[in-house]
């Protein structure tokens, strides 16, 4: 090779080089393999589907737990290390809500294993990185009302999508229908809720819709029963409020006081969506009228 040949190929070698350097810089970096936890919808949802895939497995390591984490199943404080979220299940239908307001997520889990169904309902809330509270609520076979595989078949179909903004309720709108409807329980002033058509509720497994625009959810809304310990997870942009409560106060008069959450779906102010979980033997229901 000569002098002027290796003169070229140095040169055409430099070029290439060049081109590498300047294509390594433009490319952008590599994503992380999993968001990082926050109060962002992002951060929310990579908390979520962490908690999905601990349920699913039984594994709690994957879970990035605070120091001291918080740990409630069924109302009642425990040790996680022991509780629900180490039993694996097979999860055959999950929607989740995040509340970047609150940094809480609830997620509704339908397992229909005929040889351990439940429905689920689980909270999460993360701090700083951190999952600092999980609170599940579960239901199953012999709880009130309950068959998966009707919640499973009502619940798949019903849709949940993202609200356009411009027809977005406000928290203390979707906050305020909850409560009227919950409200109503006590006093039966059922003419305060904001009652949409058609609205369907599914409690347990039981479904309340017919399939006609004249369906409600008013049907089997009993009185005198005081609907107390309200905690709220509330999704703006899907128009929903889930509310941890109990299901009377727990007095003699006041119903059972039973684990219970409703999550309600809200489009213009109305209702249109009601799901309700009660931990509550069905043997367990002391009250003077029969189940709906």
Partial sequence: MNATMKTALATLLGLAGLLATTAQAQAP?????????????????????????????????????AKGVGYTENMAPADISKGFVTKPLKIDHHRSFLDTDSCQTFTEV??????????????????????????????TTGYWLFN???????????????????????????????????DAFLEKKIDLVPWGFPC???????????????DSCEVGVPGGVNIANRRFVVDELLGTVAVFCTFGAGGPNGGSGAPDTHLFRVENGKLRYVHTLTHLLQSSFRGSAPAP
Avoid at 32 to 55: E, F, I
Avoid at 111 to 139: C, F, M, Q, S, Y
Avoid at 148 to 173: F, Q
Wanted: proline fraction near 7%; charge should be positive; hydrophobic fraction near 40%.
């Fill in 29 to 65: 970096a590599p994503a992380p393999a999993t968001a990082p936890l926050s109060c962002t919808r992002g951060g929310l949802q990579a908390a979520v589907n962490l908690y999905l895939k601990a349920q699913g497995t039984g594994d709690l390591s994957v879970l990035p737990l």
């Fill in 110 to 139: 339908i397992v229909t294993d005929k040889a351990a169904p439940h429905v689920v309902a689980a909270r999460l809330r993360v701090n700083h990185g951190l999952i600092a509270e999980v609170e599940t609520l579960w239901t």
């Fill in 148 to 182: 998966a595989d009707n919640y499973l078949k009502y619940s798949s179909t019903e849709k949940w999508d993202p609200i356009p903004a411009e027809k977005r309720d406000s928290r203390g709108t979707l906050v305020a229908a909850a409560n009227a409807y919950l």
């Fill in 200 to 214: 369907v509720r599914v409690e347990g497994g039981m479904y309340t819709g017919k399939g006609t625009p004249a």
